[in-house]
């Protein structure tokens, strides 16, 4: 709907500068309509404590240098350490050679040789760089022709009311193929949506939001962060074994059964614990008339259809047995099958060709040019990404040749051996969870986490044979539960701007409480399915096991 985009400094002077609503009182007489006796309604009936809480992280995050800077400092900072440990003899046992690996120097001559004449290298040879470009491409093309926003408003349309809520959360979470259309497109449709039902609309809002951004990691589609998370979990596993390969496959079934899980959770806490405390709407925002597609966007969806079906048949026909074009002559097993090594490629022309298909038929796309165009703006939201894979690809290039990420697997796999953790594989990864969670709060960015955390928990796990696919999935499940909870979050200040157009005087400790309860649903019951997943041995992909072989 035209009035569901907002425009930050706007919404900012509607409510005062951003200081102003991060110390401002959350109250019960925000919410008029009725005594707020949920659970969840102690936080904002008592709004000092948590107040102090977000005023907290707030501060501690702001104090963070940027994501990009702070690779730049890291990866100074192991060129320091590297002399300094290999001044100390500090050395290990590698587990697979028996040989004795020790810190290599990189504040020698050699070392600044090696980093000036390798920098270049360093960062095309980056593993999610040219994943993310290429994904990016298509799904940019997806998206600017009206296909991605055409299709979710006919999920979400197609529902009777009674399913509106899972459908909207299931909507949500699958929006996250798509980079950040669903806090664009998603979370403002659901409110205006449920406004037009005659239902509370920030209950749509944040209904929405708890799938688009707390359910970040569940999805049935394969998206660009499962390519960029599986090339920084092969480059960290490569440490340990060179020719590990991990797949962006990695956790698809694990995946699978999580968006069922949200889309059911979500409609619990959505219908149980919200819905009841916001009760009925008294506000003034107007309501608007959500606009069916026209026949233009069904036509054009019926041609990306035909075109997706296309696409498919030639693939499933490329699979078949006995010599099928997709097939890898040396192996018959899936996960070795040109489809899965060339996944990426698959992942752009499932969006490319539908997108171009879609804007040709609706009438968006006019010619080659508008194509093309569509292809610039997707790039223009990877500039900053590629700022940071400069500098976060020579962090990890100082941390390989200084060994420090042997080193430092070797010896934290030796603690835990030592004090018996190895057995308990449940709470190992229940402790990455964890961990990944906490981090989550201050540094929102998967891939930047990813790229921090994976040189060291993918090694040290591995030297106790979990898979790096499994590590990867418990970092996962903890980097989307607290999403909704940080301030910090790029899109935290547009999905707060959606909130204060039904409720001006909504402060964003409402808005944390709200999503609250989201939160700890979605970490008691995520946590429980990764233990039972672990417990019974299920494979979390394609030839993705849990645990290493010899």
């Not at 760089?129 to 979710?152: F, R």
């Not at 209904?207 to 979990?233: E, H, P, R």
């Not at 490319?352 to 703006?377: E, Q, R, T």
Request: proline share 6%.
């Amino acid at each position: 709907p035209r009035s569901a985009h907002f425009n930050w400094p706007d919404a900012a002077a509607q409510n005062g500068d951003n200081r102003t609503r991060l110390n401002a009182t959350s109250s019960p007489s925000r919410y008029p309509m009725r005594s707020l006796t949920s659970p969840t309604a102690t936080l904002l009936a008592k709004p000092s404590r948590f107040q102090h809480f977000l005023n907290l992280v707030e501060k501690t995050g702001n104090a963070l240098p940027n994501p990009a800077s702070m690779f730049a400092l890291l990866a100074l900072a192991v060129v320091v350490l590297s002399a300094i440990l290999h001044s100390a003899g500090i050395t290990v046992l590698h587990p697979v050679t028996g040989e004795a690996v020790g810190v290599v120097n990189l504040l020698s001559v050699e070392g600044l040789q090696r980093i000036l004449l390798e920098a270049e290298r360093n960062f095309l040879a980056y593993p999610p760089l040219g994943i993310a470009l290429m994904c990016l491409i298509g799904i940019g093309i997806a998206e600017q022709s009206g296909l991605m926003s055409a299709g979710l408003r006919l999920v979400v349309f197609a529902s009777p009311r009674k399913l509106i809520t899972p459908m909207v959360v299931f909507a949500a979470v699958l929006s996250n193929a798509g980079s950040e259309l669903g806090y664009v497109l998603v979370v403002p449709l659901a409110g205006a949506l449920y406004h037009s039902l005659g239902r509370h609309p920030i209950l749509g809002l944040a209904a929405a939001f708890a799938g688009v951004s707390g359910g970040y990691s569940a999805n049935i589609l394969l998206g660009a962060i499962d390519v960029l998370l599986a090339g920084l979990s092969q480059a960290a596993a490569q440490l340990v074994e060179p020719t590990y390969r991990v797949a962006p496959t990695a956790n698809y079934y694990f995946m699978v059964v999580s968006a069922l899980l949200i889309a059911v959770a979500g409609t619990f806490v959505t219908e149980k614990i919200i819905a009841p405390r916001l009760g009925e709407y008294r506000g003034d925002a107007p309501r608007d008339d959500l606009k069916p597609l026209s026949h233009a966007e069904k036509r054009g969806l019926l041609f990306a259809l035909l075109t997706v079906t296309v696409i498919t048949a030639l693939v499933v026909w490329g699979l078949l047995p006995g010599g099928g074009f997709l097939q890898n002559p040396g192996s018959t097993e899936l996960k070795d099958s040109v489809f899965i090594r060339g996944l990426v490629s698959f992942i752009f022309l499932y969006a490319l060709l539908p997108g171009i298909v879609y804007g040709v038929a609706a009438g968006s796309f006019k010619n080659d040019h508008d194509i093309v165009a569509g292809m610039v703006h997707s790039m223009k939201s990877l500039a900053s990404f590629i700022v940071l894979a400069f500098f976060a690809s020579q962090f990890i290039a100082y941390f390989n040749w200084a060994n420090l990420g042997i080193v430092t697997a070797v010896s934290g796999a030796n603690f835990i051996t030592h004090i018996g953790l190895e057995q308990m594989p449940g709470l190992l990864m229940i402790a990455v969870l964890l961990f990944a969670a906490a981090v989550n709060m201050l540094m929102t960015s998967a891939s930047a986490k990813w790229a921090l955390l994976a040189p060291v928990f993918v090694p040290m796990f591995m030297l106790l044979g979990f898979s790096p696919e499994l590590v990867q999935c418990a970092f996962r499940i903890g980097d989307s539960i607290t999403n909704i909870l940080t301030p910090l979050m790029n899109y935290f200040p547009l999905v707060f701007t959606f909130f204060i157009k039904y409720e001006p005087k909504t402060g964003i400790g409402t808005v944390i409480a709200l999503m609250l309860p989201y939160s700890i649903v979605f970490g008691l019951l995520w946590t429980a399915l990764l233990v039972m997943w672990v417990t019974f041995g299920i494979p979390l992909g394609p030839g993705a096991e849990l645990y290493l072989g010899s």
